[in-house]
């Protein structure tokens, strides 16, 4: 009797947890709604929502501080956000190239996902 009491309070945890972990996973904008299924095309359009938000010629102490306030981690001219769901990760990485002064010259965006 008492495992049948149970199991409707271990669903009810699994559920809670579930919905915890997609709760935290919530994207930032410039990730979020990507359209695409294949690797390629969720990079591709990451790329040219990139350049569309940064052009070449903006400044890239911007670039850096936007990403940075949007939960991406920065490194000198780079940028990951990696999110987790269950037993996928997917990660978004930006690297630019700065010229003087303080501007971007060139910038490239990619697209990861593994799945166990």
Same mark, same amino acid.
């Given at each position: 009797m008492r495992n049948a009491q149970a199991l409707p309070i271990y669903a009810t945890v699994i559920v809670v947890l579930i919905a915890a972990t997609w709760w935290s996973t919530r994207l930032p904008a410039l990730v979020d709604g990507l359209p695409g299924k294949? +690797?390629?095309? $969720?990079?591709? @359009? +990451?790329?040219? *929502? !990139? #350049?569309?938000? =940064?052009? $070449?010629?903006?400044?890239?102490? %911007? !670039?850096?501080?936007?990403? *940075?306030? %949007?939960? +991406? #981690? #920065?490194?000198?001219?780079? @940028? #990951? =956000?990696?999110? *987790? +769901?269950? $037993?996928c990760a997917k990660k978004w990485t930006a690297r630019w190239i700065v010229t003087p002064p303080d501007r971007i010259g060139a910038i490239v965006g990619g697209y990861s996902e593994t799945c166990l």
């Open positions: 294949k +690797f390629t095309e $969720v990079g591709s @359009a +990451f790329q040219q *929502r !990139l #350049t569309a938000h =940064y052009p $070449v010629g903006s400044p890239a102490s %911007a !670039l850096a501080s936007d990403l *940075r306030a %949007a939960g +991406f #981690t #920065t490194g000198a001219a780079s @940028a #990951t =956000y990696s999110s *987790r +769901f269950l $037993v």
